[in-house]
């Protein structure tokens, strides 16, 4: 099992940037991937970005150029700097961890961005 908590949400005017953070306990040795989700009222959760063990990153379209996800030394955190936000970024961001014993997911921290 591998636990996820995420931080860093909040209220941002239209503009400014936000830093999530999420760590993962219990089998983190068994994580391969982790990324940032998100879903917004009324839309299906859409891939934000992700990174894999090895580096590799992926970036949901709307994100590229703006968002950069990165891993901690110790691999079992995930960081997602968001700069020039818009109020389309509103959305509840969730954690996500991809480990050989399935989908993980945290509980999620709000994001609000203000025009």
């Known amino acids: 099992q591998v636990q996820l908590v995420e931080s860093g949400g909040g209220l941002v005017q239209s503009g400014g940037f936000l830093r999530l953070s999420c760590v993962a306990s219990g089998e983190i040795f068994s994580i391969y991937s982790m990324g940032w989700y998100r879903q917004a009222p009324g839309n299906e959760r859409e891939l934000v970005a992700s990174?894999?063990?090895?580096?590799?990153?992926n970036y949901g379209d709307s994100m590229k150029g703006r968002f950069t996800i990165s891993r901690g030394n110790a691999k079992n955190t995930v960081y997602l700097q968001m700069n020039s936000l818009k109020p389309d970024d509103t959305a509840v961001y969730s954690c996500?961890?991809?480990?050989?014993?399935?989908?993980?997911w945290g509980k999620g921290t709000l994001v609000t961005v203000s025009s």
């Open positions: 990174i894999t063990n090895g580096g590799t990153t």
């Open positions: 996500n961890a991809r480990a050989v014993s399935g989908d993980y």
